[in-house]
């Protein structure tokens, strides 16, 4: 899957939002389709979404960092 932001952030947001503390990215969405029996199949899904710095920096001295999903189960629902 993939997805386009629709809003753009400020530059000076972005670490806040990769921190995790105080603003996350979170993706939303529906997906609908069929399943192995051809029954109409619906769910909703959540995620919220960081970066862990690893404590390492790369050859240009940039920090190395993990991306990491959380899943939040109140708007995770499926049929």
Do not use: C
């Amino acid at each position: 899957m993939t997805a386009i932001m629709t809003q753009i952030i400020d530059d000076s947001l972005v670490p806040i939002v990769k921190s995790g503390i105080g603003g996350a990215l979170y993706v939303w969405g529906v997906v609908i389709y069929d399943d192995i029996f051809k029954k109409r199949r619906k769910t909703t899904f959540l995620q919220r979404y960081y970066w862990n710095s690893l404590g390492d920096f790369d050859i240009h001295w940039n920090r190395i960092e993990s991306p990491q999903g959380q899943y939040l189960a109140r708007h995770n629902k499926a049929n």
